[in-house]
């Protein structure tokens, strides 16, 4: 009675089940992805193995031992002996399964054998499991091999739930379609919230903060290298979609001129021309430093850096330059949580360096230690991105170099080509597209004059020329969706709002039109507002 219960003390009968699901299944805790299925049957088929064999090695422990004891009988005990279902074991189970793994439907004659005359079948019994027992052990090498790469090979694609998915809706997400599907959908909610509670109608719709200008660089590169390679684009095309990407986009932003080549600045030295009687101070309005004697190869042209610290753009704009704006912003976001990511890897091995031990990953060998740097894992990740813009690489390889650098985390930037091969297309149209160089000309023409911005200080002194502004923005704009944008150099906050033509004389009877300051809540987004993080 005192040793069974010592036995219920230590004895766990409680029994709990814990289903895997599979991919079918509705209960999405529990799903698998193929490749965590991949890993789970290599898991399994060596659990299998590992059984069978441990299996055939109790036997053969088993049989040895009765052999051994037979020595020591004299030949008229050993006549008498017989053995019990056990087979001399502790277990009426393992010895029967492992004699029925290996004579399969005979097995029983075996087991009866060994009970009846042990000394006569036992010899050649062990004989047959030691054989299988080698042959099984070589087979556990052979595949141990296969199962290591497996594992290798799936390792950090089982441990990313969201590429998947991610890869499937992005391409969706990031098209023109969607984009302003999602900003009228903004609009509509806030005029149905408006109708039943009242209040105010203006404000904007999404509100973006560039966290930095780095990124604002990085991924300026990344679009100008992908249009080089457009081999169905003209040089002039090309010149003009760089002229803008280097130019006016950075002027925009409030961020350095890009590199011109030598047919880019005579371009952008014309046009410097045109509009140099327009680059008054008036709204801390941008004009390039340059030098008499330019460069017989190439110019660095940059911005004067005179502008006021609360500085701001104001850009009425059409669907294309909204969708430009939010693609662009996209890929900035997604760089700078790849450039987020790689900050914490950096300040986690730093850390750690001298006192982590090696992952054990690494240890059972299925992962390779990273010969790079970790401080190098940014720029390494922009060179893949080039690399696969290019072709160099394909879409797998890309994919698990970011996983082995980034991890889960790396998921955002699988699909930047698709995205910055959209870009491109859109860039091209806002360069060479008759109705969007026309919104630009009439940017640059009201913010010659003030009307497109200035200091947030003085934007009061400025509200006739921003109205005027409006006015022929609507005029050029009746049969398309009118945008009104700002960029606030403080804070690096871009809004945008879609304005309705009924609308906006009440606006800006209220408002003059005027923007606030985006770290006010004046102008911070009602709760109508996306707000959409990024660079």
């Known amino acids: 009675s005192s040793g069974i219960n010592a036995e219920y003390g230590v004895l766990n009968d409680v029994w709990r089940s814990y289903p895997c699901w599979s991919e079918d299944s509705t209960f999405s805790g529990s799903k698998k992805t193929q490749y965590e299925e991949y890993i789970n049957k290599c898991d399994d088929e060596r659990f299998e193995l590992d059984v069978v064999i441990e299996t055939n090695l109790t036997c053969i422990k088993q ?26 074991g ?46 099984w052990c070589e087979a556990r090498r052979q595949f141990s091999k296969i199962w290591l790469e497996q594992c290798k090979k799936y390792h950090l694609k089982s ?48 509100l973006i903060t560039h966290k930095d200008h780095h990124i604002l660089e990085d991924a300026r590169t990344l679009i100008i290298h992908h249009l080089r390679r457009q081999s169905h684009l003209q040089k002039e095309e090309k010149t003009k979609v760089k002229f803008f990407l280097n130019g006016f986009l950075q002027d925009f932003f409030f961020a350095p001129r890009g590199d011109f080549s030598e047919d880019e600045s005579d371009e952008e030295s014309s046009e410097d021309d045109e509009t140099r009687s327009r680059a008054s101070n008036k709204g801390g309005t941008r004009r390039s430093n340059r030098k008499s004697e330019r460069p017989t190869k190439s110019v660095k042209v940059a911005p004067v850096d005179g502008e006021a610290s609360d500085a701001y753009n104001l850009f009425f704009t059409n669907n294309q330059w909204y969708v430009f704006l939010r693609q662009h912003q996209i890929l900035c976001e997604r760089l700078f949580q790849i450039y987020t990511h790689n900050t914490a890897v950096v300040e986690q091995e730093l850390k750690d360096r001298k006192s982590r031990k090696e992952p054990t990953a690494q240890a059972i060998k299925m992962r390779q230690p990273n010969p790079l740097p970790v401080e190098h894992y940014y ?57 969007c160089n026309q919104i630009k000309n009439l940017y640059l023409k009201h913010r010659g004059s003030g009307g497109a911005g200035g ?45 309705d033509g009924e609308a906006n004389d009440e606006t800006e009877n209220e408002d003059g039109g005027r923007p606030g300051n985006p770290d006010e809540s004046s102008t911070a987004p009602d709760k109508d507002t996306k707000m959409d993080t990024s660079t």
């Open 63 to 88: 049989l040895e031992a009765v052999q051994k004891k037979m020595t020591k009988l004299t030949p008229e005990e050993v006549a008498r002996l017989r053995l019990d279902n056990k087979l001399g």
């Open 90 to 135: 502790t277990s009426e189970v393992i010895g029967r399964q492992a004699i029925k793994r290996i004579y399969g439907d005979k097995h029983s004659g075996i087991i009866d054998g060994l009970k009846k005359s042990p000394q006569a079948v036992i010899p050649i019994v062990l004989k047959r499991l030691k054989s299988k027992d080698e042959e």
């Open 159 to 206: 441990l990313d739930h969201q590429s998947v998915t991610f890869k499937q809706t992005d391409l969706k997400s990031i098209r023109s379609k969607h984009l302003i599907t999602e900003i009228e959908t903004l609009y509509d909610e806030r005029m149905e919230q408006l109708n039943e509670k009242g209040g105010p109608g203006n404000g904007p719709h999404l």
């Open 379 to 435: 720029s390494h990740f922009l060179s893949l991105v080039k690399d696969l813009l290019d072709c160099s690489i394909d879409q797998a390889l890309y994919e698990e170099k970011l996983r082995e650098m980034f991890g889960v985390n790396s998921y955002v930037a699988f699909t930047l080509d698709k995205l910055i091969s959209h870009i491109v297309r859109q860039s091209h149209t806002l360069a060479t597209d008759t109705s």
């Open 455 to 499: 200091s947030l200080s003085t934007s009061t002194n400025r509200a006739q020329q921003e109205l005027s502004y409006l006015r022929e923005a609507e005029q050029l704009l009746a049969e398309d969706n009118l945008y009104r944008t700002y960029f606030h150099k403080q804070g690096s906050k871009l809004t945008i709002e879609l304005l």
